[in-house]
């Protein structure tokens, strides 16, 4: 695709784009060499904070381009200082998703117990739990199992609780803490915000389908499933599920009822907290090219986002959700979930949550957390005790 899309540019603008693709799992491998040479590319990315520690050399300031003064959230570059040194070209994202079929339907009961008229309403964790703890309560009136899909924690199927979820805590202990994200400050967490974390993940386990006791055994599809034959009212997971929910046999949901919450803990100020959202792909401008050669750099990126003809590849041929406020409605994507993602990030007032998980020290790390959560779910490890594992494996895995 980025060989017709050099070919369009040149054809558009007369300028031509050479460009180089790695092999798969090479392209560190591929720059580094690359970088050496009189043809080194203007154009590179990194994966976030780590990359752009190896990379801080060669990362041009992009404060000052169009396709930055475009971007939906500024809060998702990389930075150092005020600078600005990698721009987020293509962002996914995920926190709870919801049938709004079914929140209506509870919205509207009579017997309902809380004062909350819509999803819309509800900004915070204490409203989040007061609202699923009285959907709960009128499950079957609802039609409905239980408001939240399994908590799977089967090995291998805990990547939603032990990397996705585990983010929101690390997000706000880096955030508050200034804590600079491409240093070594990040070999170390309190794990802070536990409680935060404990108060979201037991409202899962104990507002769900099925008993706590039984989440060993549920794999994501499990919980997709769920959702998509309206067993379950909500389900935390990222945009990519909507392929996923529309192709269980029987699904009963519809695209337009397919809505998003933050993943709300009980974080002060969590009422301006938005999707975590996030990429590991961001464009970086080689500052050891010429000044002309990083201009037309900064010129084709920005062409790609703003030209009709880019953009019809950006959403129509590499399928991106897009960050940037350059596309009209009918050249956004038609996925319910990803024209949420894109609805949230331009919500005023609303910051995104950075993905940090890209920081987590190791697998072996998030595979100890998940077997941790697995155990407290079925009470046989103590809260005090997850809290102290994940410290420690956070230390230990750091060091390796």
Not at 30 to 56: C, D, E, V
Not at 201 to 228: Q, W
Not at 380 to 397: C, H, I, M, Y
Request: charged share 25%; hydrophobic share 40%; proline share 3%.
């Amino acid at each position: 695709v980025y060989q017709e899309l050099a070919a369009a540019y040149e054809k558009e603008t007369g300028v031509k784009v050479i460009v180089e693709t790695a092999a798969n799992n090479s392209y560190e491998s591929t720059l580094t060499s690359k970088m050496a040479t009189k043809q080194a590319p203007t154009l590179f990315q990194i994966n976030g904070p780590r990359g752009y520690a190896n990379w801080k050399n060669y990362c041009a300031d992009l404060s000052g381009t169009d396709l930055y003064k475009h971007l939906s959230d500024k809060s998702l570059c990389v930075t150092a200082g005020n600078k600005v040194y990698g721009i987020p070209y293509v962002v996914e994202g995920y926190g709870i998703i919801y049938n709004s079929k079914i929140t209506d339907a509870y919205f509207a009961l009579a017997s309902k117990a809380t004062k909350y008229k819509s999803m819309d309403e509800v900004k915070n964790f204490a409203a989040l739990k007061e609202v699923a703890d009285d959907m709960q309560k009128n499950a079957a009136v609802l039609g409905i199992k239980g408001v939240f899909a399994s908590t799977s924690l089967k090995a291998g199927e805990d990547w939603r609780w032990q990397t996705h979820l585990a983010n929101v805590p690390v997000y706000y202990e880096f955030k508050n803490n200034k804590i600079d994200l491409a240093s070594d400050a990040t070999k170390k967490i309190k794990f802070q915000y536990e409680k935060e974390f404990k108060n979201i993940f037991d409202l899962y386990l104990n507002d769900s389908v099925i008993p706590a006791k039984n989440v060993g055994v549920k794999t994501v599809d499990n919980s997709m499933a769920e959702f998509a034959l309206e067993e379950c009212a909500m389900v935390q997971n990222g945009n990519w599920a909507w392929g996923q929910i529309a192709g269980v046999t029987g699904n009963k949901v519809k695209a337009e009822n397919v809505k998003y919450l933050p993943i709300y803990t009980g974080v002060a100020g969590e009422e301006g907290q938005g999707l975590c959202i996030g990429t590991e792909n961001f464009y970086c401008i080689n500052k050891k090219a010429s000044k002309e050669d990083q201009k037309a750099t900064a010129d084709f990126i920005y062409w790609l986002y703003s030209s009709k003809t880019g953009k019809n590849y950006v959403t129509n041929k590499l399928g991106f959700i897009a960050p940037f406020d350059t596309f009209d409605d009918n050249e956004k994507p038609t996925d319910p979930l990803a024209k949420e993602i894109i609805k949230w990030m331009s919500k005023p007032g609303i910051t995104s949550v950075a993905w940090n998980f890209t920081l987590f020290p190791s697998q072996t790390f998030k595979d100890n957390f998940g077997a941790s959560l697995l155990r407290y779910a079925q009470g046989s490890k103590s809260w005090a005790d997850v809290k102290a594992s994940v410290v420690k494996d956070w230390a230990n895995e750091s060091d390796m």
